[in-house]
């Protein structure tokens, strides 16, 4: 159970008040781990829910979940009157790609950035108060669209006044879990022995990459990227058909499905299909530890003092 949590994940529903750091610090501290490291930031005060944590070993698997877009629930205030339809004239306006320049008070560097909105609805209003579910790309400060949107509507002017992450790309509040309810879990392992809810909570950290494409690889190729080498096509056994070259993240498991590395693609899915040599993958983080699996691996000089590793199998290959 212990090397569980050190390759963990869980979903924390954070509640107002603590800052995302301090949520993970908190996680940390009561599973007794030596690290652990939140995705998406949480602002402190009136924000609260779905807050990914990635426990020990498997904060090496963190780029996976940085840029998966997010749901809002929004409470929104107007500062003067508007009717409902010139209000969702302004909220169609405001999905789409939009420009955006974070607020003083962030955690990034105060530059023009073209954001992504998914979808603006609003779902219910009592006078001055709106509710507005928000599907966003990851990086867009909800403050500052209720400010944008409160400009548009004529220098009406509007504030974010409580912010609710529902969704966090395909995790869902649904799944999360509040910190004394983890934390009780933690002590009904710790004192008696009993892992079935902590194991309910707690997933593995294959559980933060099942959105990603996927490439399987031989048991004999498992050393070498554990070891940082890129990833050959002779090495893979089997792949999913959605995989993108050009930035797009893969998922590379053993064939007992578990997380080996991250990395990122050099060939698509039909292209390695196609091809008996090169390099499909470029391993960018290594989640799995050295020497988990046996060195079946060699090297070989290709010239310059440079040495490359070269997984061993050659067979053929399955596309799922």
Same mark, same amino acid.
């Given at each position: ?18 800052? +995302? ?17 939140? +995705? ?49 004239? =302004?909220?169609? @306006? ?24 998914? @979808?603006?609805?609003?779902? @219910? ?12 790309? +990851? ?8 400010? #944008? ?23 869902? @509040? ?34 933060? =990459?099942?959105?990603? $494409? ?10 070498? =990227? ?7 096509? $002779? ?33 698509? +899915? #039909? ?22 699996? $046996? ?26």
């Amino acid at each position: 159970m212990d090397l569980y949590l050190k390759y963990g994940f869980v979903v924390i529903d954070k509640p107002r008040g603590p800052t +995302s750091h301090e949520v993970a610090a908190w996680v940390k501290k009561m599973l007794n781990l030596d690290k652990a490291g939140h +995705s998406g930031t949480l602002d402190p005060g009136g924000v609260s829910g779905v807050l990914p944590i990635a426990l020990g070993e498997s904060t090496k698997a963190i780029p996976a979940i940085n840029t998966l877009d997010k749901e809002y629930i929004m409470v929104m205030k107007l500062h003067g009157d508007v009717d409902d339809e010139k209000l969702r004239a =302004v909220l169609r @306006e405001f999905t789409g790609a939009i420009y955006q320049r974070p607020p003083l008070r962030s955690a990034v560097k105060r530059q023009l950035r073209i954001k992504h909105v998914y @979808e603006l609805e609003l779902l @219910e209003r009592d006078g001055k108060y709106v509710l507005i579910r928000m599907n966003v790309e +990851s990086g867009t400060y909800a403050r500052k669209l209720a400010y #944008d949107i409160g400009e548009v509507l004529g220098g009406v002017g509007a504030n974010m006044r409580e912010l609710r992450r529902t969704r966090v790309g395909c995790f869902t @509040e649904k799944e999360a879990v509040t910190l004394q309810d983890l934390k009780d879990a933690y002590m009904l392992y710790r004192d008696y022995g009993v892992e079935d809810l902590l194991r309910t909570y707690v997933k593995p950290v294959e559980y933060m =990459v099942r959105h990603l $494409p996927k490439v399987w690889i031989r048991d004999s190729a498992v050393d070498a =990227v554990c070891h940082g080498a890129a990833l050959a096509v $002779p090495g893979i056994a089997k792949l999913t058909n959605n995989i993108n070259k050009g930035g797009s993240l893969v998922a590379i498991m053993t064939l007992k499905n578990e997380l080996v590395a991250l990395g990122y693609a050099e060939m698509t +899915s #039909d292209e390695i299909m196609r091809a008996q040599r090169g390099i499909a993958v470029k391993t960018t983080r290594v989640v799995m530890k050295k020497g988990t699996y $046996p060195p079946m691996w060699k090297r070989r000089n290709t010239g310059g003092g440079k040495a490359e590793e070269k997984p061993q199998g050659s067979e053929g290959k399955s596309q799922q």
